[in-house]
């Protein structure tokens, strides 16, 4: 996987929350992912597609940075991940994707956005639509974690 894929999406994903939310997330550590379990309660997933490369992102969040986002962008106190949260969910996955989208079409990569579906629940599985390789990023907030991850292989 090119890493030219990685960095537009975790650099979306920090403006989206940033802007969006007045959230600010440092990223720790990538790493490969080895399994299908997500890291977090509630995850949004999308698959791209273009002329070079086939992948997907997710973003999964634990509940109380989910819960902290919705409440900073809406400005109501939700206790559970319910209908709200998981359109949030579906609404912060579109946005960080197609900010990252728009970075990559900057640097010749051209790929096609697919709705995003959002997967919810105690020890949930997250399934990309490429066979490559799982990067993980974490991230820390004052509300706790959450976990973006990227899949891309190159098709052409």
Do not use: W
Request: overall charge negative; glycine content about 10%; charged content about 10%.
């Amino acid at each position: 996987m090119k890493f030219a894929y990685v960095n537009p999406f975790l650099k979306s994903m920090v403006n989206v929350l940033s802007t969006m939310a007045s959230i600010e997330c440092s990223a720790g550590k990538a790493y490969l992912k080895s399994s299908t379990s997500a890291e977090g309660h509630v995850t949004g997933i999308m698959g791209l597609a273009g002329p070079h490369a086939k992948g997907s992102f997710a973003v999964s969040f634990t509940q109380s940075v989910i819960l902290d986002i919705t409440e900073r962008m809406l400005g109501e106190t939700l206790t559970t991940i319910d209908e709200t949260v998981t359109d949030m969910v579906g609404e912060l996955t579109n946005m960080s994707a197609g900010g990252a989208v728009a970075q990559l079409s900057q640097n010749g990569y051209e790929l096609n956005m697919a709705t995003p579906v959002v997967v919810s629940g105690e020890s949930h599985h997250i399934n990309h639509s490429s066979s490559g390789p799982i990067i993980v990023v974490p991230f820390s907030t004052n509300a706790g974690d959450f976990f973006v991850e990227i899949s891309f292989v190159t098709t052409g």
